[in-house]
């Protein structure tokens, strides 16, 4: 059996093979109360500020090529992801990017992968092309550019949660772009199954916290066998 370094990963990689929707809307509905149990009110004040963020921005048409990022919005979403993960000495690093640095990266970021109105394909070029914009900003690695890539287009990128990490990523948990084009992919097929409105985002976040309720005794996800994903992950590392 898998050893997971993060508490419930368990529990997040059995959802991640039960295809009954039901029991994914059933945990995602949990999602506030562990966002609430994580980070108390500020958590949630900042859940709700992304939210508006993320609609500020799904009003952009196909037109719209001024889209961006502002360094106040940056600052909150990497705020949101602290407060939902674990703090980095990164804030010093952060904030010496300029308001121009953030805007323009941002940009060319958005317009790579278009607006959330655009339905079409998005190819792995543009998946990582989207992030390396991103990532010229000082501070901000791959997970933090997840965080803002899926307040942006939520139908497309998923965050790089811990639990996340080492639910769909076979190997070591890292935070290259490698690793998180493996497990957006997988966030990906995910929500094509599930259907009904499922995004790479909100497949993530179901995972995440199907880990925080199974770690705190409230395992809710039907016990499956994991022998399956256990040779499938010994497959995938070589082992």
């Given at each position: 059996m898998p050893t997971f370094s993060r508490p419930g990963v368990e529990a997040a990689v059995r959802?991640?093979?039960?295809?009954?929707?039901?029991?994914w809307n059933k945990i995602e509905g949990k999602c506030k109360n562990m966002l609430e149990l994580k980070g108390g009110d500020k958590l949630l004040e900042l859940?709700?500020?992304?939210?508006k963020i993320s609609r500020k921005w799904s009003t952009a048409n196909a037109d719209d090529s001024d889209i961006f990022c502002t360094?106040?919005?940056?600052?909150?979403?990497?705020?949101?992801?602290f407060s939902k993960g674990k703090p980095r000495p990164l804030w010093k690093q952060i904030r010496s990017n300029s308001?121009?640095?953030?805007?323009?990266?941002?940009?060319?970021?958005?317009?790579?992968?278009?607006?959330?109105?655009?339905?079409?394909?998005?190819?792995?070029?543009?998946?990582?092309?989207?992030?390396?914009?991103?990532?010229?900003?000082?501070?901000?690695?791959?997970?933090?550019?997840?965080?803002?890539?899926?307040?942006?287009?939520?139908?497309?990128?998923?965050?790089?949660?811990?639990?996340?990490?080492?639910?769909?990523?076979?190997g070591k948990r890292a935070y290259s772009l490698k690793v998180y084009m493996d497990i957006?992919?997988?966030?990906?097929?995910l929500a094509e199954n599930l259907g009904e409105d499922w995004t790479p985002r909100r497949v993530g976040f179901a995972l995440w916290t199907a880990a925080k309720l199974s770690a705190c005794g409230d395992d809710l996800i039907p016990?499956?066998?994991?022998?399956?994903?256990?040779?499938?992950?010994?497959?995938?590392?070589g082992v």
């Open positions: 959802l991640s093979k039960i295809t009954d929707v039901v029991v859940e709700i500020c992304c939210d360094l106040g919005e940056l600052e909150t979403i990497i705020e949101w992801k308001e121009q640095d953030v805007q323009e990266a941002s940009k060319r970021a958005f317009a790579i992968v278009g607006c959330r109105n655009d339905r079409r394909q998005l190819d792995v070029k543009k998946t990582r092309g989207a992030m390396n914009e991103i990532t010229v900003l000082k501070g901000i690695g791959p997970a933090s550019a997840s965080a803002m890539l899926s307040l942006f287009r939520p139908d497309h990128f998923a965050f790089m949660d811990d639990e996340v990490i080492e639910c769909l990523h076979p957006n992919s997988r966030c990906q097929e016990n499956i066998s994991l022998n399956d994903i256990d040779s499938e992950k010994d497959e995938e590392i």
